[in-house]
């Protein structure tokens, strides 16, 4: 038989966007530690509304950690304890006994709490909007081995185009800073061939949303590298600001858009 | 029902050509007139309302979760097929077409899945000029591999993320057009209704997910691309939000719903652990390349193995029967997903299931790390491996895994003709909440290719065609003022305000864990005509006790899972009602609906081709009436009809 534990929960509960929050205290019982932390707040969903009591809301859908809905602050740490993995996927076995959790929202000023743990990361679209994309109609592809792309520049590609877009970065940077997802967005287009065409001008569109948005500046703390599920590397920000000079002085000269 | 498949006249690789040359064009300044709804953002929607918005048609595009990049097609994993024939080992469209036709055991139309496999290679193209980072050799060009049993490599990846990079690619080609004003996102909305307007689709009613406010939206045409509805079965590999409604909504405003019954079971998932358990989660089926399936012989030795008193390691080799390989010696632990899952259940059934519930069999890579050493097999399938680790605590390079087929697909849907129409003109449907292109299974690494053709290069033709006969004139002329967005509101707004207002004991998710009970036993993986019509009345009394003693808390005015569910819930039930009543009039076995009553001596399949070569559509006719089955008949005209044998 699987191990059970008992655990005290200390849970941020917030009405809506205009309303103040406070931490409640509840307590969950007979939580199996081969549960995810998700289905563990499910048991809790249920224990509230047995009480009659509204359940906590959060954002999740896949539960497999690819999809990057989940966005919850785990004892202090975006995601929780465990390297590399998500909420959802983080399990209760790295957890023990009689333990006080606390479960609070991401804490960033461009991302304002909607309820409980519930966040608007729209700012996160917006930036891709301006930029995080390779412009070819559907209809006016070559095929698709006419461009051929070296291992390592797709394997790099790839590395930075792992980003699940959760925010953790965001929520672990002192700064509030949103350079490793855009600088994994920036460094995954401007790596590739099909990417060059729009390379300047996406870069200085995306950092200028970016900054629009009321993220902070990066000064190199490297929270975002180890809070971020999908281990992007802190490189991705040095891509960032490499092109993002480049474009700037080209800018200066001849204006890129 | 008017089940007109609309096949274009002419030789089967002719059709799609002269199909798109005798359509509507609509003038490129006209296009600016006319509004398009896309329901759901995945990659069907998110394709389908980028390139609709490229060719200047205004769209709004809608999905529950907080961004459009969320879709549950991200987590794909395996791949993508494709008729490109770059390994030169003898792929050809022709045989994409004919593998996906034989694969969904001859009970997909021939048309449509000619055209498939046609517009395959312009999806690799596609979304490798989106920067796509597939997989490349070391020379630059593409990597393939050969997935789920087929003889030719065909298939496209970005590793074990395919479904995730290939969203992305469609997610920024929507995101361009967000931004470039063309297409107006709407974020945690939900469609509750479908708007007719003398007959054709005009618009939709939508829940505000975070302000609770209802809406009306009314369009020129509507495309549903909101999924399938595996979450039926409660504990799927489906996303939590994975959901019915949409389609069910339109069903019930006259949309035929194709072939419910037919639904996927994909045999390596994780066993499932507790009663807690929200999730199952798929296990690439690229490990059974390598790994062998076994269970004991002996009943009483799983028995030890489940209470943990004997390391199945020690148990000796002749104790082990694997199962897959004395059964199917040709393809081994390769045999399709249908054909593997039942076999996995029946040792199961038998008391040789291992996992602490019984429900398990072993995936074991001991004699796989014998051979090629422990480094290969972590270059293979590291990722995966840790995957295993992460969630269950086992390391697989010592203890075997443990898998159990889960839900992973759904094949039925709503029905569509050639041009992804459903019965209600003006109303389209993509992706897999359509029934349109994998008959009675979908083969491996088959549903992205399907969604991205569909979104990219179906969609933007058909619904143009729609709009072009439609003539400029009308363009814009239903808006929301029209008495039918009243009715559909105060529609949906009733049933808000009933599912808060019974005030009984249940919540939602004790409801739905017992309605996906039902449906996992009686129309799993196996059925038979008994269960089915038990099924059915006990799925009637799960509605009445629903709508009776049901308890959802909080309001309607915010953020409020529990109301979300419930209504997802209810529509569920009945949805679930219908799939068995599909299930029990399909009087034979095909793919992935198997009816004990009908197979082999051997325990095999037994398909009945004379009587069942149909898509069996169903038509609402009221709460509690009776649907109204429709046929559209399956005429095949080039490819042969025989048995599938994996012996």
């Not at chain 1, 993995?85 to 609070?104: K, N, P, S, V």
């Not at chain 2, 009970?107 to 193209?125: G, H, K, W």
């Not at chain 2, 939000?241 to 639904?263: F, L």
Request: proline share 4%; hydrophobic share 35%.
């Amino acid at each position: 038989m699987e191990k059970t534990m008992d655990l005290t929960l200390k849970v941020w509960r917030q009405k809506s966007a205009n309303s103040t929050g406070t931490f409640e205290t509840y307590g969950v019982k007979d939580v199996s530690e081969g549960s995810s932390f998700l289905e563990m707040l499910d048991t809790l969903s249920e224990d509230l509304v047995e009480k009659g009591k509204e359940p906590v809301a959060f954002d999740h859908d896949c539960r497999e950690g690819i999809c990057g809905s989940c966005s919850m602050t785990i004892n202090g740490i975006p995601h929780g304890p465990e390297k590399a993995t998500t909420a959802c996927q983080l399990h209760m076995r790295h957890f023990h006994d009689g333990q006080t959790i606390t479960i609070e929202p991401w804490r960033a000023k461009p991302f304002p709490v909607i309820k409980d743990l519930v966040v608007d990361r729209s700012p996160f679209d917006r930036i891709i909007q301006s930029g995080g994309f390779i412009t070819s109609r559907a209809g006016s592809a070559v095929d698709a081995n006419a461009i051929p792309i070296s291992k390592a520049t797709a394997d790099y590609a790839m590395d930075a185009a792992a980003c699940i877009g959760c925010g953790a970065c965001v929520a672990a940077c002192p700064n509030a800073s949103a350079m490793l997802f855009t600088g994994a967005k920036v460094s995954h287009m401007n790596s590739l061939p099909q990417g060059k065409a729009e390379k300047d001008r996406r870069t200085l569109a995306m950092v200028a949303t970016m900054d629009g948005e009321g993220f902070g500046g990066c000064t190199n703390v490297g929270e975002c590298e180890a809070a971020c599920p999908k281990s992007i590397s802190l490189d991705m920000i040095a891509h960032l600001n490499r092109d993002y000079a480049t474009a700037q002085i080209k800018n200066f000269f001849k204006p890129v858009a | 029902m008017n089940l007109d498949s609309k096949i274009p006249e002419g030789p089967l690789s002719e059709k799609w050509s002269s199909h798109k040359f005798n359509m509507k064009l609509v003038n490129p300044s006209n296009r600016r007139k006319y509004s398009v709804i896309v329901v759901g953002s995945g990659l069907a929607g998110g394709s389908a309302a980028a390139s609709l918005a490229e060719q200047g048609y205004n769209v709004s595009c809608f999905c529950y979760q907080d961004s459009p990049r969320r879709a549950h097609s991200i987590a794909a994993q395996g791949g993508i097929n494709a008729s490109k024939n770059y390994q030169n080992d003898g792929d050809s469209v022709y045989r994409l077409f004919y593998d996906t036709v034989k694969g969904g055991d001859y009970r997909a139309r021939e048309a449509n899945v000619y055209r498939l496999s046609e517009v395959s290679s312009d999806i690799i193209d596609q979304c490798a000029a989106n920067g796509v980072p597939f997989a490349r050799e070391y020379g630059g060009l593409l990597a393939n591999r050969s997935f789920g049993g087929a003889q030719v490599s065909r298939t496209f990846y970005a590793r074990g993320q395919t479904g995730q990079q290939l969203l992305l690619g469609a997610y920024s080609a929507l995101s361009k057009q967000i931004g470039l004003g063309k297409v107006k996102m709407f974020n945690r909305h939900e469609m509750l209704d479908l708007v007719k307007v003398d007959g054709h689709a005009k618009g939709i009613i939508v829940r505000n997910m975070a302000t609770g406010e209802l809406t009306r939206h009314a369009s020129d045409a509507v495309v549903l691309a909101t999924g399938g509805y595996g979450n039926v079965f409660f504990l799927s590999t489906n996303a939590q939000g994975c959901n019915v409604t949409a389609a069910y909504r339109a069903h019930k405003r006259g949309a035929g719903m194709a072939n419910p019954c037919y639904t996927q079971i994909h045999p390596t998932c994780i066993p499932v652990h507790g009663d807690k358990q929200s999730k199952l989660t798929l296990m690439s089926e690229s490990l059974r390349n390598d790994g062998r399936i076994w269970t004991p012989k002996d009943a009483e030795v799983a028995a030890k193995i489940r209470k943990g008193e004997t390391d199945p390691n020690s148990v000796a080799e002749d104790d082990r029967d694997y199962f897959l390989e004395r059964k199917y010696p040709s393809f081994g632990n390769l045999a399709p997903r249908d054909i593997s899952s039942r076999a996995a259940k029946e040792a199961c059934d038998e008391g040789r299931g291992v996992a602490s519930t019984g429900l398990g069999v072993f995936l074991d890579f001991r004699d796989a790390i014998k051979r090629d050493g422990q480094n290969t097999i972590k270059e293979r399938y590291g990722n995966l491996f840790d995957m295993y680790q992460c969630i269950t605590g086992d390391n697989p390079y010592e203890t075997p895994m443990m898998i159990f087929p889960a839900v992973h697909y759904t094949m039925g849907g709503l029905w569509v003709d050639y041009n992804l129409e459903s019965t209600i003109p003006g109303m389209f449907v993509g992706g897999e909440a359509n029934f349109s292109d994998h008959g009675a299974n979908r083969l491996g690494a088959s549903a992205l290719m399907q969604g991205l053709s569909d979104g990219y290069f179906v969609l933007p033709y058909t619904v143009g065609n729609y709009l072009g006969k439609q003539g400029v004139a009308d363009a814009g002329k239903v808006t929301t003022e029209h008495p039918a967005f009243a009715e559909a509101e105060a529609n949906v707004k009733a049933r808000t305000d009933k599912l808060l207002s019974i005030g009984g004991t249940e919540s939602p998710r004790s409801f739905h864990k017992r309605l996906g009970h039902i449906i996992w036993e009686q129309c799993g993986m196996a059925r038979s005509k008994e269960g089915l019509e038990g099924a059915i009345k006990d799925l009637q009394a799960l509605r009445k006790e629903f709508w009776t003693n049901l308890r959802v808390v909080g309001d309607a005015d915010g953020i409020n899972p529990e109301l979300e569910r419930a209504g997802r819930v209810a529509d569920f039930i009945e949805f679930g009602e219908l799939m068995c009543r599909d299930a029990l009039m399909r009087e034979e076995s095909c793919g992935g609906h198997f009816r004990v009553e009908h197979q082999t001596e051997d325990g095999e399949a037994l398909r009945d081709d004379e009587n069942f070569a149909f898509a069996g559509v169903w038509e609402y006719k009221g709460d509690d009436i009776e649907p109204q089955l429709h046929k559209e008949s399956l005429i095949y005209e080039n490819v042969e009809l025989a048995t599938r044998s994996y012996k």
